[in-house]
DNA sequence: CTTTACATGTAACTCGTTACATGATTAA
DNA sequence: TTAATCATGTAACGAGTTACATGTAAAG
């Protein structure tokens, strides 16, 4: 399971409770790697007990009392010997793709329209990680080998999106003076 | 279940065993959907429950007998329906931009090997990709309409591919006068 | 007065992977 | 004789989604 590889990464830094790594997966990390509230609190749950976490409950005033987690000393190891070990190169699985396989005039205006919507959610997401990049990462050189390493990730976010809609741009060509 | 809509699109054209379908999703659509055959096995079986394929069984001599599969006319439907449907954009979820958040002085020569491994995959993909474009795609405009969404198919793995061997060489450099 | 944010959970289900199983034929 | 190709399956498990559930406080 990487999912708990994600979120003991992801409190390398702070201790945090289910529901900010929540958020933090809805955002950061999460760029690159989804999950649910459901899934989080559940391996949360599972690392505590794998004594790869320990949590603490914090009673809070005005708001729910919420519990936080942080690494172990055999959370830290572990995450360590997980870096050693292979990781494979899973396929996007987009529908989209799936979809242009059945391009027919029948719905080639509507593939175009799905095509305008990925570009406009993708121009969104490029803009916040050029924002990103531009406050935190901006001089690489300059930045400790961990913030290097998180700098390259979102370069490769970026990198993604900026070809992702020059393909789109192909697409709307390839597909604009059909019919 | 979007690996149905993969299965039925892969069989617009042909009708197949479970076992070809399972060589033609390690090529082809597989590129953009991976599946083991015990999934495709399952999955044929239910949409043969539902209407949507109807099977064949043939017996051949030297070699074990087959059940090939072939769209109905409620599975032609299905599918031309299925693409008008909203599809959402996933997340890569690759382990290596986990692992790029935890960088360290320690892991840092194999990350370098991980990424290279990385880049050489991506090599004899591009090359693949390559070959099946000059091969079938190389004019696309004079392609019919079903083949140019195909043909779109390919740029994108291309796109892809380039876009990530080019990412790669980024990290090499960043990481490469790092220690 | 309704929605959003805070905070955590259960249950059912679908999707996907891994391991195991069978058995013939053909090529190295 | 060992491995690969052909061909189809079961079973167990792990990962991920969706629906449902609860309850307070602040902001609109």
Redesign the pocket.
């Given at each position: 399971?990487?999912?708990s590889h994600a979120i003991m990464t992801a409190l390398l830094e702070d201790q945090l409770?289910?529901?900010?790594l929540?958020?933090s997966f809805d955002t950061s990390l999460g760029f690159f790697w989804?999950?649910?509230?459901?899934?989080i609190?559940?391996c949360?749950?599972d690392l505590e007990q794998q004594g790869l976490l320990r949590s603490e409950h914090i009673a809070?005033e005005?708001?729910?009392?919420?519990?936080?987690y942080q690494l172990t000393d055999a959370g830290h190891a572990e995450l360590e010997q997980w870096v050693f070990g292979e990781s494979k190169f899973?396929e996007s699985?987009d529908d989209l793709y799936v979809k242009l396989y059945n391009l027919t005039p029948d719905n080639l205006s509507h593939m175009r329209l799905e095509l305008e919507q990925r570009a406009e959610t993708t121009r969104e997401r490029l803009q916040l990680y050029q924002r990103i990049q531009a406050r935190h990462y901006a001089e690489p050189t300059a930045l400790p080998l961990r913030k290097r390493g998180v700098a390259l990730v979102l370069r490769a976010g970026i990198a993604q999106c900026e070809q992702y809609l020059g393909w789109i741009d192909d697409c709307k060509q390839l597909l604009g003076d059909a019919y």
């Open positions: 399971m990487a999912l409770s289910g529901y900010e929540t958020k989804k999950a649910s509230h459901q899934q609190y559940k949360l749950r809070q005005g708001r729910p009392d919420k519990i936080i899973r699985r």
